[in-house]
């Protein structure tokens, strides 16, 4: 699938302190980026974590799922582009990870992610506020 046009894009460098012992990023930090990428998606609807609590809710992550294509390796570019797939009842985010050394693509991804009250209890449904600037 590729991301509509009011997908979010962040261009990143893979560090050192990334991979493992052959130069390759070790799984588990996909999940890094895909947040980078999310928070420059929260950030892009004026919905920082300190936008979220000042509207008197929270979000946290339920399911996250990433699909590996092709691998990063130290020193490659890559970008990582995030937008919303659904806003419904809960936020499924969709990710995309692109190697820009190799032209390829290297990764894809969603997340799920569910509102809390000001005091961490689950609500049913996005709230309209949260709703309403992530569907601008």
């Known amino acids: 699938m590729k991301p509509p046009a009011h997908a979010v894009s962040i261009d990143l460098e893979v ?3 990334d991979v493992d012992g052959l130069r390759i990023v070790w799984h588990g930090n996909y999940l890094k980026y895909l947040e980078i990428g999310r928070t420059a998606l929260m950030r892009e609807c004026g ?24 691998p990063l390796r130290y020193g490659d570019k890559f970008r990582v582009t995030t ?5 419904h009842h809960r936020i499924h985010l969709a990710f995309e990870i692109q190697n820009l050394t190799h032209s390829r693509r290297s990764a894809r991804g969603h997340a ?25």
């Open 15 to 17: 560090p050192f302190h």
């Open 47 to 70: 919905l920082d974590w300190a936008e979220i609590a000042g509207l008197g809710f929270g979000l946290l992550v339920g399911e996250v799922r990433v699909r590996y294509t092709f």
């Open 83 to 87: 937008w919303c797939a659904d806003l």
């Open 112 to 136: 799920t992610l569910v509102s809390t009250d000001g005091q961490g209890n689950l609500l049913f449904e996005t709230p309209d506020a949260i709703r309403d600037r992530l569907s601008k």
